[in-house]
């Protein structure tokens, strides 16, 4: 599920959306450190979240910021994590409700931060989204069991825990964005996994075999552990910044 073995031009045939989100965070980062090419300090002025601005009418800030980065390991990280946890969905989701789900949680993770931060405060990054993701696939591990399998439900919990507890314990973190992200990942994902058998049609093509012990009970192989490693190695890079 999380495994990607396509090639470069599989994998952004298979993935469009996933492949477009990631070439926008690239090239954003590039004209930002490219000053001669165009001006980087204007698009930290105009795209930004700024709360401040915001309720000033420049509500163009709720959606700007999820492709805006403060740094290379920023977009990296944060870009890194949607390749690893993003085609998985937008093969399951299709790619319209792929992408209203990553706008609809990394805007709703914005509007939690303009209601619950100061006027002052100021965001830039895609990690809500990104949580919105993990809201999605928990939604899957704890209503749909039926599409995923119990392996990658070990990975899903783990990263999950330990992205919710990083969050409060990192400094420099939009925790509303995180948590909000978060639940309505959850919220939307259980809404758009009721699809049931079309779902599950779709998840056949990304999903893989159960790994049980001889009990029957789950069990952690080598293969499950270096994938939970992976992503909590994600998660902590896009936790670096906000």
Do not use: C
Not at 99 to 124: K, M, S
Not at 158 to 185: D, E, P
């Amino acid at each position: 599920m999380f495994v990607r073995t396509e090639s470069f031009k599989e994998f952004i045939r298979y993935y469009p959306v996933v492949s477009f989100i990631v070439f926008l965070h690239i090239l954003i980062y590039l004209l930002t450190v490219l000053p001669a090419i165009f001006p980087s300090k204007w698009i930290f002025e105009t795209f930004m979240g700024v709360n401040l601005y915001i309720v000033q009418g420049e509500y163009w800030r709720l959606v700007t910021p999820i492709f805006l980065h403060s740094g290379f390991p920023h977009m990296l990280f944060n870009s890194f994590s949607l390749v690893l946890f993003g085609p998985a969905l937008e093969r399951i989701l299709g790619k319209p409700r792929f992408i209203t789900l990553y706008l609809g949680t990394g805007i709703i993770a914005n509007v939690a931060t303009l209601i619950l931060e100061p006027l002052t405060f100021t965001h830039v990054g895609s990690s809500g989204a990104i949580f919105g993701l993990f809201g999605v696939y928990l939604a899957m591990v704890l209503l749909r069991k039926d599409l995923i399998t119990r392996e990658n439900s070990q990975v899903i919990l783990t990263i999950a825990v330990v992205g919710v507890i990083m969050t409060f314990v990192q400094s420099n973190i939009n925790i509303a964005a995180h948590i909000f992200g978060l639940i309505s990942g959850f919220l939307l994902g259980a809404f758009q996994l009721g699809r049931g058998r079309e779902l599950a049609d779709s998840f056949k093509n990304v999903s893989y075999r159960r790994t049980r012990s001889s009990s029957g009970r789950p069990s952690f192989s080598s293969k499950t552990l270096i994938w939970i490693a992976i992503g909590v190695l994600a998660v902590l890079g896009l936790l670096g910044r906000f």
